[in-house]
C-alpha cells in the first residue's frame, strides 16, 4: 500500500525548531529575502519602488535615496506598525500552515504567548493574504459546483418528541450561509459565501469560462446552468458517480471545512466564513506542496500584500463583530 504523502519525509521540509531558534538578525534577514526576492534581498522603497536607499547602524531601517522615505521589511504590509519580533511572525506562518485542518486563534495564542486578540487578528490577516491569489481567478475544464450550509448551528431538544426538523426554514435562526464551490479537476479551488445556492448563478457566470463542463447535483436551481455551459448532472439519491458525472472534488472540499468547523474552530459562521472557506481552498489546492513550500508561499503573500484595511486597527474600533 502507498504511504500517503502527507506522512513522507518529502512532506515536512520545515521544523518549527529551526525558525524557533533563529536569532533577531537571522528572522530579519529572512523577510528580506522572502519580501525582496526580487533584489537578492536588497530593500526597495515601497513608495517609489528606488533600490537606492541608506540603512542605519543603530535601527532595521531603510531611507529612500529618491524620496527620502524611511521604511522598515515590513512597512506597508500586513505586518506594518507591528508590535511583536519579527521572528515571532516567521513562528506563528510556520505554526498556522502546519495545520492540515486549520489552526485556531486560541491555539496560536498559547503557541506563540500573545493574547487572544492579537492571535485572532494575525490568522485573519495571513487569510486575507492567502486568499489575495484568487480576487480576479477563473476556472476552467472540468469544474465541479456544489454547495453546502455552515455556521448557524441550532442545537437539537434533549427528549426526541421535542425535536423538529431544522432543515426547514421556520425552525432556523436565520445565521446559516451556504459555500458555493467552483472546483477544476486537478486545479484551483474558488469558494463563495451566500444565502442561497440559487444566488450563486450570477458569480459562476462571471467565474467560470464559458468554454467548461459543469459538473453538478440534482438541485432544481442549477437546471439553468445548461443555457450557458455543457452541464452534466449526477443525482445523488441515487449514487455519487454513475461515470459521468459527479462532484466528488467539490464533497472533498466540503469535508475539509466541516472538520475544520468540527474540530478546530468550532464556530466560523457569520461575516468571517468567506475567509475560512478560502483558507480551506488554499489549503485544498496546495496539500500536496511540503510544509516548507507552504510556509514560504504564505510569508510571500503576507509580505506583498498590503496594509489590511480590515484588521488594522480591529479591536480598537467601537463596532466589531465576533
Not at 82 to 88: E, N, P, S, T
Not at 137 to 145: A, C, F, K, R
Not at 204 to 222: C, F, K, M, N, Y
Not at 256 to 280: D, F, K
Amino acid at each position: 500500500m502507498a504511504q500517503h504523502f502527507l506522512l513522507s519525509a518529502a512532506a515536512r521540509t520545515l521544523s518549527l525548531v529551526t525558525v524557533a531558534r533563529m536569532s533577531d538578525d537571522e528572522a530579519h534577514s529572512a523577510f528580506r529575502q522572502i519580501r525582496w526576492c526580487d533584489t537578492g534581498g536588497e530593500p526597495v522603497c515601497p513608495r517609489c519602488n528606488c533600490g537606492a536607499v541608506y540603512t542605519f547602524k543603530t535601527r532595521k531601517l531603510y531611507k529612500c535615496k529618491a524620496c527620502t522615505h524611511q521604511f522598515s521589511v515590513t512597512s506597508g504590509t500586513i505586518f506594518a506598525s507591528r508590535k511583536l519580533a519579527i521572528r515571532d511572525y516567521l513562528l506563528a506562518i510556520a505554526i498556522f500552515v502546519n495545520g492540515a485542518k486549520g489552526h485556531s486563534a486560541l491555539q496560536l495564542s498559547r503557541d506563540i504567548n500573545v493574547q487572544y486578540k492579537t492571535a485572532f487578528v494575525l490568522t485573519h490577516k495571513l487569510r486575507e493574504a492567502m486568499s489575495a491569489e484568487m480576487a480576479d481567478m477563473t476556472v476552467s475544464g472540468e469544474v465541479e459546483i456544489d454547495g453546502a450550509y455552515f455556521g448557524g448551528h441550532v442545537r437539537p431538544a434533549n427528549f426526541k418528541e421535542n425535536r423538529v426538523d431544522r432543515r426547514l426554514a421556520k425552525n432556523q435562526n436565520g445565521k446559516r450561509r451556504v459555500v458555493v464551490i467552483m472546483r477544476e479537476r486537478a486545479g484551483r479551488t474558488l469558494p463563495f459565501v451566500f444565502k442561497s445556492e440559487g444566488a450563486s448563478l450570477p458569480t459562476i457566470g462571471q467565474r467560470v469560462q464559458s468554454t467548461a463542463t459543469i459538473h453538478a447535483d440534482e438541485a432544481l436551481h442549477w437546471d439553468e446552468l445548461h443555457t450557458f455551459y455543457l452541464t452534466k448532472r449526477i443525482n445523488h439519491s441515487e449514487c455519487y458517480s454513475d461515470g459521468q458525472s459527479c462532484t466528488n472534488m467539490a464533497e472533498s472540499f466540503f469535508s475539509r471545512l466541516r472538520r475544520a468547523e468540527i474540530g478546530t474552530h468550532h464556530h466560523i459562521a457569520g461575516p468571517y466564513l468567506n475567509a475560512y472557506s478560502s483558507e480551506m481552498a488554499w489549503r485544498e489546492d496546495h496539500r500536496r506542496g511540503s510544509n516548507g513550500e507552504q510556509y514560504l508561499m504564505v510569508a510571500s503573500a503576507a509580505l506583498t500584500h498590503p496594509v489590511s484595511r480590515n484588521w488594522k486597527g480591529y479591536w480598537q474600533r467601537s463596532i466589531h463583530h465576533v
